[in-house]
C-alpha cells in the first residue's frame, strides 16, 4: 500500500494585533472640558495629547476635543466679563439701591424720584451718595422711620463727608427712607443719605475725598461735620415735616455742647504748631458761639410742636444760626480753607 504523503502546511494562523488602549488623561480631559472645568481639562488635555503621540495610545481626538471645549468656556467667560463690566459702567435704578460713594445724574433730569444713572465722580453730577443707615428690627412707622433715618444719615455723611462746610448754600442732605409697611416687606429697610445741590447745579470730584486736607483740617473739619449738617438741615426744613425739627434741634443741641468742649480742649493744645497764630482763639469762639446755639437748640426742641409754632422758631433761629456759621466760615480761614459762596 502506497502511501500519499500529506500535503504540506499551510503555515501558522496570524493572529489579529491587539488594538492600542485609549488614554485615561484624554478621557477625563474631555468630561472635564464639557463640565467647564477648564483648569482640569487644559492640563489632562495636554498630557493625553504628548502620551497618545510617545506611547501609541488612542485618545488624540478626544483631547483636541476637550481643549476646544476649555477654549469656548474661557471665550464664554470673557464675553460675560466685559458685559458686565459695560452694565456696571451705565448703571441705572432706584437710588436706594445703590452704595455709599455712588456719583449719579437724574434719569428724569429733576430729581432722584425716577432713579438715577450712574456717573464717576470726576464728571460732573446731579449727586452723591454720602451714606447708607440701617434700620433694625421691625418697620417703625412713617414718622418714626423718617426721624431716624434722617439723624441716622446726619450722623453718617458727617463721617463720609471729608468737608461738609466746603459747599455753597444750595447744598442740601436730601434723606430716602422707608415710607410704608409695603416699602418695607419689599426688602427697603435702609435709608439712603444724598448730598446735592437744590438749584440744580452739578458737583466735580468725591465728595468723600479728602486727600488735599491737612492733618490739622482734617482733624477740626472732622468735629465739626455734624453741627454743620444739622444746621443744613434745620435752615432748610419745610413746614410739612416740622415733626423732625424737634429731634434735629435735641440733636444739635447735644452735638453743640460736644463739639464746643472738644474745641476749648484743641485751642488749649494750640494744634497742629507752626501756621496756628491766632487759631486758638478762632478755636474758643467757635466753641463759645456753639454753646449759646446749644441753649436755644434746647428750648426750640420743647416749643416745636407743630408746624406753625416751627415756622415761627425757623424764622428767629436764623439769628443764632449765623452767629455760629460765622464763627466757623473764620476758623475756616484761619485753618486756610476756603469759604463758599
Same mark, same amino acid.
Given at each position: ?33 464639557v463640565l467647564a472645568l477648564v483648569p482640569v481639562a ?33 471665550? =464664554? ?6 458685559? $458686565? &463690566?459695560?452694565? /456696571?459702567? !451705565?448703571?441705572? %435704578?432706584?437710588?436706594? +439701591?445703590? @452704595? ?22 470726576d464728571a460732573r453730577h446731579d449727586g452723591e451718595i454720602?451714606?447708607?443707615?440701617? =434700620? ?6 412713617? $414718622? &418714626?422711620?423718617? /426721624?431716624? !433715618?434722617?439723624? %441716622?444719615?446726619?450722623? +453718617?455723611? @458727617? ?132 454753646s449759646a446755639e446749644a441753649g436755644h437748640a434746647s ?43
Amino acid at each position: 500500500m502506497t502511501l500519499t504523503p500529506a500535503p504540506p502546511a499551510a503555515g501558522q494562523p496570524t493572529l489579529p494585533v491587539a488594538r492600542p488602549r485609549t488614554s485615561a488623561a484624554a478621557v477625563i480631559a474631555l468630561i472635564a472640558g464639557v463640565l467647564a472645568l477648564v483648569p482640569v481639562a487644559v492640563v489632562l488635555g495636554i498630557v493625553a495629547l504628548f502620551r497618545t503621540q510617545r506611547r501609541g495610545l488612542r485618545g488624540k481626538r478626544l483631547a483636541v476635543v476637550a481643549l476646544s471645549f476649555s477654549a469656548a468656556w474661557t471665550a =464664554l467667560a470673557m464675553i460675560g466679563i466685559i458685559a $458686565s &463690566a459695560a452694565y /456696571v459702567g !451705565s448703571q441705572s %435704578g432706584p437710588i436706594e +439701591t445703590f @452704595a455709599t460713594g455712588t456719583c449719579f445724574t437724574y434719569t428724569d433730569s429733576v430729581d432722584a424720584n425716577s432713579g438715577i444713572d450712574v456717573i464717576g465722580c470726576d464728571a460732573r453730577h446731579d449727586g452723591e451718595i454720602v451714606g447708607v443707615y440701617g =434700620l433694625g428690627g421691625s418697620f417703625p412707622g412713617t $414718622s &418714626a422711620s423718617e /426721624v431716624q !433715618s434722617v439723624l %441716622g444719615c446726619v450722623r +453718617t455723611a @458727617a463721617q463720609e463727608i471729608a468737608d461738609p462746610g466746603g459747599f455753597g448754600t444750595a447744598a442740601r442732605l436730601n434723606v430716602y427712607f422707608p415710607p410704608s409697611q409695603s416699602a418695607w416687606d419689599s426688602g427697603f429697610r435702609s435709608a439712603t443719605c444724598v448730598l446735592t445741590n437744590a438749584d440744580g447745579s452739578q458737583f466735580s470730584g468725591d465728595a468723600r475725598d479728602g486727600s488735599r486736607l491737612t492733618a490739622q483740617q482734617k482733624q477740626v473739619l472732622a468735629l465739626t461735620a455734624e453741627s454743620v449738617l444739622l444746621r443744613m438741615k434745620l435752615d432748610y426744613l419745610p413746614g410739612a415735616h416740622w415733626q423732625i425739627a424737634a429731634p434735629l434741634e435735641s440733636r444739635l443741641a447735644a452735638v453743640d455742647r460736644s463739639e464746643a468742649s472738644a474745641l476749648r480742649g484743641l485751642a488749649a493744645q494750640a494744634p497742629g504748631g507752626a501756621g496756628s497764630d491766632g487759631l486758638p482763639s478762632l478755636l474758643t469762639a467757635l466753641a463759645d458761639t456753639e454753646s449759646a446755639e446749644a441753649g436755644h437748640a434746647s428750648v426750640n426742641a420743647t416749643v416745636a410742636t407743630n408746624a406753625s409754632a416751627w415756622q415761627q422758631i425757623s424764622d428767629a433761629r436764623n439769628a443764632t444760626d449765623q452767629t455760629a456759621e460765622n464763627a466757623y466760615a473764620d476758623l475756616r480761614t484761619g485753618l486756610g480753607l476756603s469759604n463758599p459762596d
